[in-house]
């Protein structure tokens, strides 16, 4: 009897064994692909939280440090010549108006030294051709034109200083970029000669290299381009608004001679 049972429980074990086996099997394996499936939705969120910059930086790496070096020099310095002059230009704007006004009741109160000396408390180009003007009335109305008129053009050489360098950088920018990808597109050339077949990998490869230069010249070129127009159009207004004061200056000095 001991042994008969003994037999059957033997064969018991025999026969759950593999159910067990196979159910462990499949626990594992499903757990196992709940992991792989987490660890590449981890990988994919990874990816997107790369960013726009990421992404920049890591075209720019596959571009090739020679050129896309000087590109990113000249946004470089462009952005800084474009900074600079735009900080200078805001500092010359002043309101003009008022000036007009403070210099017209300085010279009807205190004559042209108190009309001087609201020209001297006040900044930027247009203050500084008035006292310009002011200062050689002793002289005749015809020296204070003269004054006026030579010294608006000093001012506007101020405003226009290192504008050229910019529209150099634009045009250089794009053109870098361009000789870029020729000379990426004769190294690709040269793989495929040295190859001695014409391998998708090594002619697509090359390409995109050689085009990622003439994309980030470009890319240069339209953000300076920006600022440069910004940057001409302030110098317009800030010219007009100076022609219009030297004009009103002068007809004050008319006036306050016909008295």
């Not at 506007?156 to 200083?161: F, S």
Request: hydrophobic share 50%; proline share 2%; aromatic share 8%.
């Amino acid at each position: 009897m001991k042994r008969l049972f003994s037999i059957f429980a033997i064969a018991s074990l025999m026969a759950f064994a593999p159910v067990n086996a196979y159910t462990n099997a499949n626990t594992i394996s499903f757990e196992s692909t709940v992991i792989s499936v987490a660890q590449d939705d981890a990988a994919d969120d990874a990816a997107e939280s790369l960013g726009f910059h990421q992404e920049l930086k890591k075209r720019f790496i596959e571009g090739g440090p020679g050129f896309m070096g000087i590109v990113l020099l000249c946004l470089i310095l462009g952005l800084a010549i474009a900074i600079e002059r735009i900080i200078f230009l805001n500092l010359s704007t002043t309101n003009s108006k008022k000036l007009v006004q403070d210099v017209e009741d300085a010279l009807n109160s205190g004559g042209v030294e108190a009309a001087k000396e609201v020209c001297r408390n006040t900044k930027g180009p247009v203050a500084s051709i008035f006292y310009q003007g002011l200062d050689r009335t002793d002289e005749g109305l015809e020296q204070a034109e003269k004054a006026v008129v030579a010294y608006g053009g000093v001012q506007m050489g101020q405003l226009e200083k290192n504008v050229s360098w910019i529209s150099l950088f634009i045009a250089l920018a794009p053109m870098l970029g361009f000789m870029g990808t020729v000379i990426g597109m004769i190294t690709a050339f040269d793989k495929i000669e040295a190859a001695g077949d014409m391998q998708p990998s090594l002619v697509a490869g090359g390409i995109k290299v050689a085009l990622l230069t003439t994309v980030f010249g470009l890319i240069v070129a339209i953000i300076l381009q920006i600022f440069y127009n910004y940057i001409i159009a302030k110098i317009d207004a800030i010219v007009n608004d100076m022609e219009d004061a030297s004009i009103s200056l002068m007809d004050i000095l008319v006036r306050n001679k016909q008295k």
